[in-house]
C-alpha cells in the first residue's frame, strides 16, 4: 500500500488551489462539469455517510482497483465511527474495461435506492480484474433485484454515461494519478489507512475552521 504523507497532504495538495476550469483529452467536459460546486454537489452522484455532515469526503474509485477495495472498507469505517462526514462517490472507471460494467450496474443500482449496497457488493469481490459475471452474482448475493437493476440501466445509460464522463472530467482537471483519490474537505490525498484518515479528517476540518 502507497505510503501517505501528512506533511505533503497539507502542504502540497490543498483542494482547488490549481483546478483549471476546463478539461482536456478524451473525456473533456464543460466548465461546470468541473467546477467545484459539481465535485461537491453534483446532484446525480450518489451521496453515503451523513448527508449533512459537517466535513465532505469524495471518493474516486474504481472497482478492479486493490487499493480502493481496502480503503472501501476503512472509509466506510472512519465515516460511521464519525458520524459526521459526508462521502460523494465517484465512480472512476480507468483500470479495465470491466471497471465500466462495474460503475455502470453500481449507478443503476442508485435507481433502486441501493447504490451503497451494490458499492459495497463490488469492492468485496477479490483480485483487481472481476469480469462483468461476477459483478453479476456479487450483486445478487448482495440483494440487489438485477431484473431492476437491468431494466434501470437500459432506460438510464444516457444519464449514467454523462455522470461518469462528468467524473473523469474531474479526475482529469484534478490531475489525480490514479484510484483511490480522495477529496477531503480542503485537502486531497491518495489511498489512506485508519490512522491517516483519522489524521487527515482532524486536519480538514481545523482548516475548515479557519477558513470560515
Known sequence: MPAFSRRVALVALALFAAV????GGAFAQSAKDVSREMIL?????????????????????????????????????????????RIVYKDWPILRPSS????????????????????????????????????????RAAGIDMKRLDADLKKNRGAINTLIKRNMAQGDALGFPGTPSFLVGPFRASTLDYKNFKLIIADARAKQAEMK
Do not use: W
Open 41 to 85: 454537489n453534483d446532484p446525480a452522484a450518489p451521496v453515503g455517510g451523513n448527508p449533512k455532515g459537517d466535513l465532505t469526503i469524495v471518493a474516486y474509485v474504481d472497482y478492479n482497483c486493490p487499493y480502493c477495495k481496502e480503503t472501501a472498507v476503512t472509509l466506510d469505517r472512519v465515516a460511521r465511527e464519525d458520524g459526521k462526514i
Open 100 to 139: 465500466i460494467d462495474g460503475a455502470m450496474m453500481a449507478l443503476a443500482a442508485q435507481y433502486q435506492g441501493k447504490y451503497e449496497t451494490a458499492h459495497h457488493a463490488l469492492m468485496g469481490i477479490k483480485g483487481r480484474d472481476t469480469t462483468r459475471d461476477q459483478m453479476r452474482q456479487a450483486l
Open 20 to 23: 483549471p476550469f476546463s478539461s
